[in-house]
Structure formats: C-alpha cells, structure tokens
C-alpha cells in the first residue's frame, strides 16, 4: 500500500471521515484536562504569580500557528512536484486555523508581556516575525478568495507558503540568530535538563496534545469539505458547458 493511495480524494474521505469524531473527542478531553489542571490545580509561580498559567494557552496556539505553516509548506511542495488536489486543499484547510492560532499566541503573549516586561508588545525578532507570519496567513487566505480558477489559486498560495516560511522559521528560532532578547527562552526544549517546574508540565503536555488533536480534526473537517465543494464547482461547470 502506498501514501500515494490517499491522495485520491474518495479514498481519502473514506478514511478520515470515521477518524474525525475519535480525534475531536480526543482532543477536546486533552485540552479540558489540561486547561483545567492548569489554570486551578498548578500553583501561583514565583515573581509572576498566576499570571503564567497563560502559558497553559500561549504555547499551545504558538505552536500550532508555527507548525501548521510548516504544514502547510509540505502540502504545497507535494501539490507543487505531484499535482495531487487533495495536498493543495489540506493547505488551504489549514491557513485558517493557522491564522486563528497565530492571533491566540499574539493576543496571550500580550496579555504575558504587560505584566511581565511591562509592555504590551516589543519590536524585538521574534515577536516581529511572529507577527508577519500572521500576516503571510492572511495574505495566503486572501489569495486563494481571490483567484476563480483553482490550480492557479494552488500554485501561488504554495509559492506564497515557501516564502513564508522563512518567517515561520524566524519565529521558532529568532533566539539563535539574534540573541535571546526580551521574549524568554523555550519553555520546552529537548537540550536543556530542565524546562519549567514539573507541576505545570504534565497540564502543558495535556493541553499540547489537545491543541495538536484539534488541529488536526479540524484540518480533516475543512480538507472534506473543501473536496466536496471543488466536486460541485466541477458539475456547475459541466452542467454549464452542456447547457451552452
């Protein structure tokens, strides 16, 4: 069996549909539970208080918003190099969800910052470039409403996802190119012994997980729904040819 067989857009309907309601109750159990644990049962932290239970939302959002870019840039490369339809609609499924993400991480990472650096926003690196990665989302979003034909629509929403990425990446490692600045360093990093305080790690894992389940839930919701309606573009217009 090959990955290739999915890429069909019957055979993929066909194998997500009965997965979608599993991951949606899997990842509203995950982000309940995390957010629950996190936000009443962790205690206040040492200088912020209970201010950093927003972390239990911010890294979440943040790290959907980054990752599904990067989401995004594999569809567009594999629709770019295979031509496969369902590719191109799962990238253009995601950018929404992705732009949601992206004002959640900007909007909590505000509402850290004025407690914690005494500002509401900074032009340092990494949050500049959170900021046009946001800004690539919506100009992405754009793009594809603003083209009728849509191949033409998925070769330059893709072109447009490639050169986005660079900020994708900026936003992620702004820290090593720059310096650390004013935004604090990964709360999660695989190279550090320690992280955060062990209270508060197993409610962010939870919470991760759930954001990463409804992402993808909803990726699968949109990319159906997206196949059945380019379906319906197909017989209007055919019907339309027949007419004439």
């Given at each position: 069996m090959s990955i290739w067989e999915y890429a069909n857009p019957k055979k993929f309907?066909?194998?997500?549909?009965p997965i979608i309601p599993w991951v949606s109750w899997a990842s509203f159990g995950l982000i309940l539970a995390g957010l629950g644990w996190g936000l009443f049962l962790t205690p206040a932290a040492e200088n912020f208080e209970h201010s950093v239970k927003i972390l239990f939302v911010h890294v979440p959002s943040v790290l959907m918003a980054i990752n599904a870019w990067f989401m995004m840039l594999v569809t567009s490369l594999i629709w770019l190099v295979r031509r496969h339809h369902?590719?191109?609609?799962?990238?253009r499924a995601a950018a929404p969800i992705g732009a949601v993400m992206t004002l959640i991480g900007l909007a909590t990472g505000a509402i850290w910052g004025q407690p914690t650096w005494g500002t509401?926003?900074?032009w340092e690196p990494r949050l500049t470039s959170f900021l046009i990665?946001?800004?690539?989302?919506?100009?992405?979003i754009a793009l594809w409403a603003a083209i009728e034909d849509q191949d033409t629509a998925a070769d330059l929403t893709s072109v447009l996802c490639i050169v986005g990425s660079v900020f994708a990446v900026l936003s992620r490692y702004a820290a090593i190119f720059w310096g650390q600045g004013l935004h604090q360093s990964a709360t999660f990093s695989a190279d550090k012994e320690t992280n955060i305080d062990p209270s508060f790690w197993w409610p962010a894992v939870l919470s991760m997980g759930g954001f990463i389940l409804f992402f993808i839930a909803l990726v699968l919701i949109r990319t159906n729904a997206l196949i059945r309606l380019r379906r319906a573009m197909a017989l209007e217009a055919r019907?339309?040819?027949?007419a004439s």
């Open positions: 309907m066909a194998t997500t549909t369902v590719s191109a609609l799962a990238a509401w926003w900074a990665l946001f800004l690539f989302y919506l100009g992405y019907a339309n040819r027949g």
